[in-house]
T-cell receptor, first 113, second 112 residues
């Protein structure tokens, strides 16, 4: 398994501002993944964060809105930029092990007002 | 990745076995079946995965049909703490390694 810590666990932000979410893993991993879970919905993959290269974004997500950093093999950040109420969601990071079993942080619950 | 179909919701009595079905009729030969669950307000939790053989761990059993077009997750003695949304996901690894496509899952309610 993997121990994943996310900060902050929740936040309430003003529209137009940005929030940076941190994800720390207890051991080195090649790839880290960021997901969004909108209210009442399932999880959607935002991007894959690789150490030493640009993040790879899924369709519908762009770097200007969700810039990602991956400075080393145990840490990543996701920034939600220029926030609007539609960005109110739970944001989760995850890593994979072995045959692809994924392990998730507890998530960051973001409310934009 | 192959698409999965799950019932929207299921009920189970505490102490009884919970059998959660999943249809994945378009699964490819190299795709694994994974099960996760999400208890309210928590991140998803990995449960079990399999390729073609039945699998069992401390949490659950996974039964995959011989043609691999469907599977069943079995929680042998459900407790109230097993109330959660259960997701069945197929993934081939490779370039998709760790990248999960979540459907709507099955809401399992375990009642006293």
């Amino acid at each position: 398994s993997a121990v994943i810590s996310q900060k902050p666990s929740r936040d309430i932000c003003q529209r137009g501002t940005s929030l940076t979410i941190q994800c720390q893993v207890d051991s080195q991993v090649t790839m880290m993944f960021w997901y969004r879970q909108q209210p009442g919905q399932s999880l959607t993959l935002i991007a894959t964060a690789n150490q030493g290269s640009e993040a790879t974004y899924e369709s519908g997500f762009v770097i200007d809105k969700f810039p990602i950093s991956r400075p080393n093999l145990t840490f990543s950040t996701l920034t939600v930029s220029n926030m609007s109420p539609e960005d109110s969601s739970i944001y989760l990071c995850s890593v994979a092990r072995g045959l692809g079993e994924a392990f998730f942080g507890q998530g960051t619950r973001l409310t934009v007002v | 990745d192959a698409k999965t179909t799950q019932p929207t919701s299921m009920d189970c009595a505490e102490g009884r076995a919970a059998n959660l079905p999943c249809n994945h009729s378009t699964i490819s030969g190299n795709e694994y079946v994974y099960w996760y669950r999400q208890i309210h307000s928590q991140g998803p939790q990995y449960i079990i995965h399999g390729l073609k053989n039945n699998e069992t761990n401390e949490m659950a059993s996974l039964i995959i049909t011989e043609d691999r077009k469907s599977s069943t997750l079995i929680l042998p003695h459900a407790t109230l703490r097993d109330t959660a949304v259960y997701y069945c996901i197929v993934n081939a690894g490779g370039t998709s390694y760790g990248k999960l496509t979540f459907g709507q899952g099955t809401i399992l309610t375990v009642h006293p």
